[in-house]
């Protein structure tokens, strides 16, 4: 077909006989080599090793964006004054072209499922196989938990479907559960062949090629699923491995750095850009959120401190009500309120809160999410331990992530160790509240009293760090309680056009290249951002 083509060409614009030479020359060499269809910058096969890296640095870009979804929906966050044009991000009258972005986490699953692919069956690679399937069910569950079902037994699959079905969410779920069990096995089977980690140890970004903490994260998100669920899936296999849950924080990191554009991606989008520009400054502390920090319904000058500016002022830290516009809105410094140092000086990259610095790893699971999950699973008895344990070790958790800066160690400020400065905000904590169940567990007089305060507790520990796992756990349980129209007894916007009685959507829609490219399969009864809900959801 080639030559065809050459001496076509040779009629019409009269090549001279040296270059028809030169072209049956390279064609005998080397049959392929103008393939024009191949490009060598562009590999078809890449070792999974060099894949997976990349697939959990997106995975925090995602993270990124289910948090902003996840704080401006779930009451962590209002806009802010001096700007407009916030639309359905106020009236919740939702669009597909709402929060679309969260879809892109199909691009991610595809890198682990290009891994899994690249490994099953390879003995010597059993580690990153196992880590790949774990990370696709924590982005398979973020997608089900923002949009219920989804494309899942047929997507993944390149050109063989192009419009995949959506499965059932009950089913995923339980699917899911059934993954990680797969995964735990496979990292087992590599430690009784005694297989060291090294193919995994480098480009595992997370636990650097820790597989106890990987089995540790699968068990903790099988958890998160049996909990989210309750009742409402059969699992085939309901039980959990003896392995334990996570007892630390697992944080990506790429080796982010304030240079070149490399920043963590919370950084970048709230704090201020590489170059020292103000990041996103468009919104602001909700007063709901505040008010259990103020005193109002809980007090906690140590988080409060640690994460707000000018929290310590009386009034410093700006606050609004979802949807209000009118004049006297505080405007987000230069910088974000999020960031408790002075804003105006950008050379401070490391400190304490939420945001910690540009070079900070990002956070997939908190320790503390995983502690209050387990109180819950207990409270349930749906695991054996102590509920009123584990919520007091999540709050302390909480409390040391809080104060950990971008580096991993924990602010001692005045004290001798870490340690001994963590302990005393604890239990000054649970002192300065010592009539109030939601922070003293032994205080709560009824089963509904106790999961209030863990997933109030919960809630607050995610606060713009994971805001959607927060929202998640409001629709699920409805705690932390809202109440009234005020900013302080709700966090719904003030131009809700909701129709539910506390005011808020139940989900986001369906993006606009699903309702374009594959509307015979995208389900018809999710077209009302407040009808229609998860499956988990109250």
């Given at each position: 077909m080639f030559l065809y083509r050459t001496l076509k060409i040779y009629k019409m614009k009269r090549v001279s006989i040296i270059m028809i030479l030169l072209v049956a020359a390279v064609m005998y060499s080397c049959n392929d080599y103008l393939d024009i269809n191949e490009n060598v910058n562009k590999p078809t096969s890449v070792a999974p090793e060099l894949v997976f890296p990349q697939a959990l640095t997106s995975t925090a870009d995602n993270l990124d964006n289910f948090n902003t979804y996840g704080m401006q929906i779930g009451g962590y966050a209002a806009n802010a004054g001096g700007y407009g044009g916030f639309n359905e991000t106020v009236s919740y009258a939702y669009t597909p072209n709402n929060y679309s972005n969260l879809w892109l986490e199909y691009d991610n699953l595809e890198d682990y499922q290009y891994i899994i692919d690249q490994t099953k069956g390879d003995s010597t690679n059993l580690y990153l196989y196992a880590a790949a399937k774990i990370m696709k069910c924590y982005g398979f569950?973020?997608?089900?938990?923002?949009?219920?079902?989804?494309?899942?037994s047929q997507a993944l699959s390149g050109e063989k479907y192009l419009t995949p079905v959506y499965d059932d969410a009950t089913k995923i779920y339980d699917s899911l559960a059934l993954s990680l069990d797969d995964a735990i096995a496979a990292i087992k089977k590599g430690q009784s062949f005694d297989i060291k980690p090294t193919s995994i140890t480098t480009p595992d970004i997370v636990f650097k090629g820790d597989m106890t903490k990987w089995i540790k994260l699968a068990n903790?998100?099988?958890?998160?699923?049996?909990?989210?669920?309750?009742?409402?899936v059969t699992f085939t296999n309901p039980t959990i491995s003896t392995d334990g849950f996570l007892t630390e924080d697992a944080l990506i990191n790429p080796g982010y750095t304030k240079d070149n554009n490399r920043q963590n991606p919370k950084w970048d989008t709230w704090a201020f850009g590489y170059t020292g520009s103000a990041g996103n400054k468009a919104w602001i502390p909700s007063t709901f959120i505040m008010t259990y920090y103020d005193t109002t319904k809980i007090a906690d000058p140590f988080r409060g401190s640690a994460m707000y500016y000018q929290f310590a002022i009386k009034g410093g830290t700006g606050t609004n009500q979802l949807g209000y516009e009118a004049t006297g809105i505080p405007k987000s410094p230069d910088g974000s309120f999020w960031y408790p140092t002075d804003v105006t000086r950008k050379e401070?990259?490391?400190t304490t809160g939420?945001?910690?610095?540009?070079?900070?790893?990002?956070?997939m699971f908190l320790a503390a999410e995983s502690y209050f999950l387990q109180s819950e699973a207990?409270?349930?008895?749906?695991?054996?331990g102590d509920a009123e344990t584990l919520f007091n070790t999540g709050i302390k958790a909480s409390i040391s992530y809080t104060y950990q800066l971008s580096d991993g160690t924990i602010e001692k400020d005045t004290f001798d160790t870490s340690d001994k400065r963590i302990a005393f905000m604890d239990t000054a904590y649970h002192k300065i509240n010592?009539?109030?169940?939601?922070v003293n567990f032994n205080l709560a007089g009824s089963f509904e009293e106790q999961l209030e305060a863990i997933i109030t507790q919960k809630?607050?520990?995610?606060n713009m760090i994971n805001s959607h796992e927060g929202w998640n756990e409001y629709r699920r349980t409805g705690y932390p309680k809202v109440s009234g129209s005020t900013a302080e007894g709700t966090f719904a916007s003030k131009v809700s056009l909701s129709t539910r009685v506390d005011k808020l959507p139940s989900r986001i829609l369906y993006p606009t290249s699903e309702v374009q490219y594959n509307s015979s399969n995208v389900p018809s009864a999710t077209t009302n951002s407040f009808t229609s809900l998860i499956f988990w959801a109250k």
């Open positions: 569950q973020l997608l089900v938990d923002a949009y219920n079902n989804v494309p899942y903790t998100i099988k958890l998160r699923l049996f909990v989210r669920a309750g009742s409402k401070f990259t490391d939420v945001l910690k610095g540009p070079s900070a790893g990002y956070p207990a409270l349930r008895t749906m695991i054996s010592s009539t109030n169940y939601l809630y607050l520990a995610l």
